[in-house]
């Protein structure tokens, strides 16, 4: 694999891991107590 | 969906695999360590709580955070004081002639120190208590390393199972809690769910622990914010049409609000005496939840080497005078007998007997809220006192 696919497929893996971390803290602060927005099912 | 981002990732030349799922999996940790650092923590206020604010006390107060906080419990600072967690529900209270208070604060003014130390009371003051969530709360009181511990077990229902959970925002911390007890397991799997666990341990990270706070701030900022002009109906002036019995159900929260309409025992239409006397009916029949889980408050308290009373509130006095409800009392009393060899420990007191039978004058609003405590907060500090010489302790006892 070229060393600029392999930075690239790194740069994903980082986004995707990051971002699933944030997603993750939105849904707790938006899954609790008097929340409009209440997603308890997950 | 996993086919068409397997196809776009292949289109940017990006081949996952087991290795890039663990450095996905380490990138998520990163993410959320990050957040946690850059995140302020949070914490409940204390004397904002109405408990606290109505009956304030420098010693004494409630830690208990709003129903619906998985935080569930704020301990104050174990330092330089003799920390005592009082473990209990409205039973605590004392409401009459313009006088709020809590036994705690007048039994504390009893016992000012202990071993030189000034005596500090944190309550795990929980409104509506249930089997269940005293649980929960002694679990907490265990990890806060508290210097004694106090429990008072409803009578009404402490083995009462139209109600035995009533605080679910205290599940992740118990399921995180019952990891390392395998004796609670059975019951933690009839009580609690996968996502407890997940939040539980989740919450060793402040900024998911902090999440009923942020979620209230969040709330606060957009609850105003709508894409939708939904203006308010005009006022008919009719009278609004009476919920279907369906919809009435449906507002219920709490199981024992059902329960309390539908119990088999008693039809609601009954007089209140007629329906008290059948809930403590209810009490002194077999149930096996409320005895594995009041098993599990003896076993927990017993493996510890804390000081620790269990009594059972008092109830009213006319209740202890009517033949057909003392009968279930005494039952009652029986039943809570039984859990005696769960409770045989030396750093452990345990009294099935309603602590009311002596403290002869109390004042009640009903068959269990206090108006008045009378003589009880005295008998509760001599029983405190009389347990902390006896743990070896140096208390300075001043009566009334």
């Known amino acids: 694999m070229k060393l600029r696919h392999r930075l690239r497929a790194y740069a994903i893996e980082a986004v995707i891991g990051l971002g699933l971390a944030a997603l993750v803290v939105v849904v707790a602060w938006t899954s609790s107590g008097e929340v409009p927005f209440v997603y308890r099912g997950l | 969906v996993i086919d068409r981002l397997l196809a776009l990732f292949e289109r940017v030349h990006f081949s996952p695999s087991w ?40 010693w004494v107060r409630s830690i208990t955070a709003p129903r619906g906080d998985p935080r569930g419990f704020t301990p104050t600072t174990n330092d330089d004081v003799f920390k005592i967690a009082w473990v209990g529900g409205s039973e605590l209270q004392s409401i009459g002639n313009g006088v709020y208070t809590f036994l705690p604060i007048e039994v504390r003014k009893q016992i000012p120190q202990v071993d030189g130390r000034p005596v500090s009371i944190d309550m795990y003051f929980v409104s509506g208590m249930r089997l269940a969530d005293e649980y929960a709360a002694v679990l907490a009181a265990i990890d806060n390393d508290v210097d004694a511990i106090v429990i008072s077990l409803n009578p009404v229902w402490a083995l009462n199972d139209l109600a035995v959970h009533g605080w679910d925002n205290l599940d992740p911390a118990v399921a995180r809690d019952l990891l390392t ?57 009719a009278d609004p049409e009476p919920l279907s019995e369906l919809d009435q159900i449906r507002a219920m929260t ?34 096996p939840i409320n005895d594995a889980i009041l098993d599990l408050i003896g076993d927990a ?3 510890t ?38 409770f045989d420990a030396d750093n452990v007191r345990f009294d099935p007997t309603t602590i009311g039978r002596r403290a002869p004058g109390m004042v009640f609003n009903d068959v269990l809220h206090v108006g008045e405590l009378g003589p009880l907060a005295e008998v509760m500090a001599g029983d405190l006192c009389d347990l902390f010489v006896d743990s070896g302790l140096t208390p300075e006892c001043e009566p009334p």
């Open chain 2, 181 to 237: 007890r395998p004796g609670a397991w059975p019951v933690a799997a009839s009580l609690l769910g996968p996502g407890d666990l997940l939040w539980g341990v989740a919450s060793a990270a402040d900024v998911i622990d902090d999440r009923y706070q942020w979620g209230v701030r969040i709330h606060d900022n957009v609850s105003e914010l709508s894409l939708i002009d939904d203006p308010a109906p005009e006022p008919s002036g």
């Open chain 2, 254 to 287: 709490i199981p024992v609000e059902f329960w309390g309409r539908y119990a088999p025992t008693v039809d609601p239409t009954e007089p209140l005496a007629v329906r008290q006397a059948a809930l403590f009916e209810r009490s002194a029949q077999s149930s």
């Open chain 2, 301 to 303: 308290v017993s493996a």
């Open chain 2, 19 to 58: 290795a890039s799922l663990a450095r996905i999996a380490a990138w998520f940790v990163i993410g959320v360590l990050a957040i946690d650092l850059l995140a302020p923590d949070k914490r409940p206020d204390l004397t904002a709580d109405r408990y606290n604010a109505a009956a304030p006390d420098p």
């Open chain 2, 305 to 342: 080497d804390i000081p620790t009373i269990v009594y059972t509130a008092a109830v009213n006095d006319e209740v202890l005078a009517d033949p057909a409800i003392a009968t279930h009392v005494e039952d009652i009393e029986r039943r809570l007998g039984e859990h005696a060899a769960a």
